[in-house]
C-alpha cells in the first residue's frame, strides 16, 4: 500500500470512528413474524398491491406507498376501505386484524 493509500485510510477510519449517535431518536424495532400478506391500496383510480409482513406497522405501508406515489409519509391519511378513519400508524396489521391482507383508501391531507 502506498504512502497516500494509508493516509487516505487512517484519515476514513478516524472520521468514521468521531461519528456520534446520540442526536438520532431511537425507534421500537418490530420483530418480524414472515407472514407476509397481500395489502391494497386505493388511490384515486388507482390500485397499489404491497405484500407486507403482518408485524409491520402501517408507517411501513405509507413508506411503501411513498416510494410508489411520491406522496410524502406525512401528507398520506390511511383509512380502512369504506369507513374513511385514519389508523394509527404505529399499528401493524396483526394487531389491527388484518391478519389475511386488507383494503385501504389513501387520501392526501388539504
Given at each position: 500500500?502506498?504512502?497516500?493509500?494509508?493516509?487516505?485510510?487512517?484519515?476514513?477510519?478516524?472520521?468514521?470512528?468521531?461519528?456520534?449517535?446520540?442526536?438520532f431518536?431511537?425507534?421500537?424495532?418490530?420483530?418480524?413474524?414472515?407472514?407476509v400478506?397481500?395489502?391494497?391500496?386505493?388511490?384515486?383510480?388507482?390500485?397499489?398491491?404491497?405484500?407486507?409482513?403482518?408485524?409491520?406497522?402501517?408507517?411501513?405501508?405509507?413508506?411503501?406507498?411513498?416510494?410508489?406515489?411520491?406522496?410524502?409519509?406525512?401528507?398520506?391519511?390511511?383509512?380502512?376501505?369504506?369507513?374513511?378513519?385514519?389508523?394509527?400508524?404505529?399499528?401493524?396489521?396483526?394487531?389491527?386484524g388484518?391478519?389475511?391482507?386488507?383494503?385501504?383508501?389513501?387520501?392526501?391531507?388539504?
Open positions: 500500500m502506498s504512502q497516500f493509500d494509508e493516509e487516505s485510510y487512517a484519515s476514513t477510519n478516524a472520521s468514521s470512528a468521531s461519528l456520534s449517535l446520540d442526536g431518536q431511537k425507534t421500537h424495532e418490530r420483530k418480524l413474524s414472515g407472514i400478506r397481500a395489502v391494497f391500496v386505493n388511490y384515486g383510480m388507482r390500485s397499489l398491491m404491497f405484500r407486507q409482513d403482518v408485524d409491520e406497522s402501517f408507517l411501513e405501508v405509507k413508506r411503501a406507498v411513498e416510494g410508489k406515489t411520491g406522496i410524502p409519509v406525512n401528507e398520506q391519511v390511511l383509512a380502512l376501505s369504506g369507513s374513511y378513519k385514519e389508523l394509527d400508524a404505529a399499528q401493524s396489521l396483526r394487531s389491527s388484518f391478519m389475511g391482507g386488507a383494503f385501504f383508501e389513501l387520501m392526501t391531507k388539504a
